[in-house]
């Protein structure tokens, strides 16, 4: 039996907080209880803090009985582990950074608090948010609620935890990070929505860096307008943030007017490749007609540059990635291994120890673009050829308000999938890293499922800092499509 508060919208939670129709200290109970029973399956919480979030709780049931509140003013949230959170530990999903406390709070975090947010926990991923799948934390895997044939499914990748959490009703909302599609792809796996806003429209600030030019955070939730609600929390610029923008931040929850007539849509033909799988394609031509009847206008475009972007991507993160990880060596942070045998060794013992595989390959090929003599023919060309990927996005919006296509090629597959080669697992993120490239939003919701009962998600993206319209396209064709399949896996929430 689910327990009725947990599958309420954030919405309803929000709405029913304040009309006193049950406290935030019941709220949060009932999702730590279910958290409590409900874990040891789907490991979507690296951490539940149950301490600090009755405490946060009473303290927002307070504020609630004297007329003051924030705009998420008793709800429950949960938090990536890649995120900062003071004096509670924060891993990155990985080894590295075993037993580390931050002395201070991320910026994003710190919003959705001084909103009235209450803090769940810290949710797995993919280590250092590399991946897509939830197959590389150092915590485990990641199992989803939706099943096939009876048999558990990954939840996507890398923010795998948030949106198995969100979706088999342990939070309401769970913020993520999206670097190449890290929250729009598992909330594609798992049925939900999730949005990367622009680049710079969240702060940085206290997020554990993996590629800080393509680094955003974003909300997964189970509605359009709870993802509306979460990012006018977390938007805004920040001062500890050289790259975040001081763009004015609308009201994204009143932009969902559901009026799509004579709005320009996009189709990219470039995002229909040779062998695409045909359910997918059904389900985008579902989409795309849908829109037509609200009213929008439908228009061909394209996207010459996209053959290119996951080369590009596959240059840019992992140089990054190389750069930003160069500060885990047994110094300052978490794991040491070998300081008796001096300061060479205990770097190479720490890090050899300390990160995974993937991480280390992705070290190794962000290394390898970098050195001398190489940069010229990966890493520079690769910025080149990033800027020509944006420049296909601008011209395009020249034309049209938002972009359709799908999130991701598949829909989620299981834990026997095993890829002879990491590329496999890299096409993943073929629909979603153009966005990332050149610094877009983008939204992905439930358009349907396919024949084997499993959602598949579809993208909306949008003019930079246009979260705005993308949100307001993507309510249009939620209640259009009216999707509303629950997983097979939901467990009971009550004891
Ligand atoms: N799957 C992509 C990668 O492995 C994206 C990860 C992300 O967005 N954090 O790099």
């Not at 919405?11 to 907080?17: I, P, Q, V, Y």
């Not at 307001?472 to 209640?479: I, R």
Request: hydrophobic letters at 40%; charged letters at 20%.
């Amino acid at each position: 039996m689910t327990n009725e508060l947990n599958t309420l919208t954030l919405a309803d939670m929000r709405d029913g907080l304040k009309a006193k129709k049950f406290s935030s200290v019941e709220l949060t109970e009932a999702h730590l209880k279910a958290i409590e029973k409900n874990n040891p399956h789907y490991n979507s919480y690296i951490t539940i803090t149950r301490d600090i979030a009755t405490k946060m709780a009473k303290d927002a049931d307070a504020r609630l009985a004297s007329g003051s509140q924030g705009l998420i003013e008793g709800v429950p949230v949960a938090v990536k582990d890649l995120f900062c959170t003071k004096g509670v530990l924060t891993t990155a999903a990985s080894h590295i950074l075993d037993g580390f406390k931050p002395q201070y709070e991320s910026t994003v975090t710190t919003q959705c608090w001084e909103q009235g947010g209450v803090m769940l926990g810290k949710t797995n991923l993919d280590e250092f948010a590399m991946g897509s799948a939830n197959l590389t934390s150092y915590y485990g895997t990641v199992k989803s609620p939706w099943m096939k044939d009876g048999q558990p499914l990954v939840p996507g990748g890398s923010s795998g935890g948030s949106a198995s959490a969100v979706a088999s009703f342990l939070a309401p909302t769970a913020l993520g990070t999206d670097t190449g599609g890290s929250i729009r792809q598992p909330a594609s796996f798992c049925g939900i929505v999730g949005i990367k806003p622009t680049y710079g429209r969240c702060s940085r600030w206290g997020i554990v860096a993996f590629a800080s030019s393509l680094d955003q955070a974003g909300p997964i939730t189970r509605t359009v307008r709870d993802s509306a609600i979460m990012l006018n929390v977390m938007c805004g610029h920040d001062a500890k943030d050289s790259t975040s923008s001081s763009e004015a931040v609308p009201d994204f929850e009143k932009a969902l007017t559901g009026n799509v007539k004579g709005k320009k849509i996009g189709i990219p033909k470039e995002y229909r490749p040779d062998g695409m799988n045909p359910e997918i394609l059904a389900m985008w031509d579902k989409g795309i007609q849908l829109l037509r009847d609200a009213g929008a206008e439908i228009v061909d475009i394209s996207l010459p540059h996209t053959k290119y972007a996951l080369a590009t991507y596959y240059i840019v993160a992992p140089a990054e990635c190389s750069s930003n990880l160069a500060r885990y060596d047994g110094v300052r942070f978490g794991l040491r291994v070998g300081a008796e045998e001096g300061l060479t060794a205990m770097y190479e013992k720490t890090r050899a120890a300390g990160f995974g595989k993937e991480v280390k390959r992705r070290i190794m090929i962000g290394t390898y673009v970098l050195s001398a003599g190489y940069y010229d023919a990966y890493y520079k060309k690769a910025q080149k050829v990033r800027w020509l990927i944006a420049d296909d996005f601008n011209k395009a919006f020249e034309k049209v308000d938002a972009i359709l296509t799908p999130t991701a090629p598949s829909a989620a597959f299981g834990f026997d999938y095993k890829p002879n080669d990491p590329v496999e697992m890299y096409l993943n993120d073929v629909f979603t890293v153009p966005t990332s490239l050149a610094g877009l939003p983008g939204i992905s919701i439930p358009g349907g499922l396919n024949k084997d009962g499993l959602p598949l998600g579809l993208q909306l993206i949008g003019k930079s800092f246009d979260e705005a319209t993308v949100l307001n396209v993507a309510y249009a064709l939620e209640q259009a499509i009216g999707f509303n399949a629950k997983p097979q896996g939901v467990l009971g929430m009550a004891a």
